[in-house]
């Protein structure tokens, strides 16, 4: 198995490869010659380039080193190409094992407005919003004063609080839209906006989720990453201290649910904002194994 990625997560990959009898391959650009990750593996690869859009970031060298290694299978890692649907479906049609999700599974979740609809359309719950086609100022005005404010702006293929604003009334709306767009497009390469019904002071709980690749779907409980900075996690707890055994129950079988309805495969997180009252909307998901998983493991 190929490990496309570098440092902490090839070390954990790799000591579960080996748990399990499977050999493991590392990639490495020339700037990681020296790098700890490369005797981590039973094999490693150069795959050039300093900068990790001229190595990691490079379909055509990873898919260049498992041909020279002989690799059965491509596992992402985390960052880099774990959530990128070309990735996937490269490694698939070169006839490898991918260790994740489908292409079409990565692709559905991987915009908040395609995702947001998805799950919506199969009775999950979520905040009020606006996912439309339509982006003129004047429909954004429109469908805030129906969800009512204060709503929050949100980058459609973003993440990590890249094209993030929270706009308490018109005025700031109207401010806020360009920026959020202008940034969205300088992260993601889309400035396409979803609006949310802003939940005030809610706290921010996921749930980790794995599925074989049979339609088996398992939860591990949640963790709970309230206290961020900048929309960034700064603190991760789990088990939540928010959350009792009926909440972890009815949140475990929602995040069940939407893994089951879109085929999904592998560890994944379900991530959802919970409010004063108990209630629960989901937010996104990540199609990929988290850095926050070791918080998991732990409990």
Known sequence: MLIANRGEIVARIARAARGLGIATVAVYAESDAQAPHRGLCDEAVAIGGRTPAQSYLKIDAILSAARLSGAD???????????????????????????????????????????????????????????????????????????????????????????????????????????????AKAAFGDDRLILEKAIEAPRHIEVQVFADGFGDVVHLGERDCSIQRRHQKVIEEAPSPAVDSDLRARLGACAVSIARDIGYCGAGTIEFLLDRRGDFYFMEMNTRLQVEHPVTEAI
């Not at 905040?127 to 805030?144: C, H, K, L, N, V």
């Not at 973003?158 to 401010?175: F, I, K, P, S, Y």
């Open 73 to 183: 299978a491509v596992h992402p890692g985390y960052g880099f190409l774990s959530e990128n649907s070309e990735f996937a479906r490269a490694v698939a049609d070169e006839g490898l094992i991918w260790v994740g999700p489908s292409a079409e599974a990565i692709e559905i979740m991987g915009n908040k407005a395609l995702a947001r609809m998805r799950v919506a359309r199969m009775g999950a719950p979520v905040a009020p919003g606006y996912d439309g086609e339509d982006q003129s100022p004047a429909r954004f005005i429109g469908e805030s004063e129906r969800i009512g404010f204060p709503v929050m702006i949100k980058a459609a293929a973003g993440g990590g609080g890249r094209g993030m604003r929270l706009a308490r009334d018109v005025a700031e709306l109207n401010q806020l839209i360009e920026s959020a767009a202008k940034e």
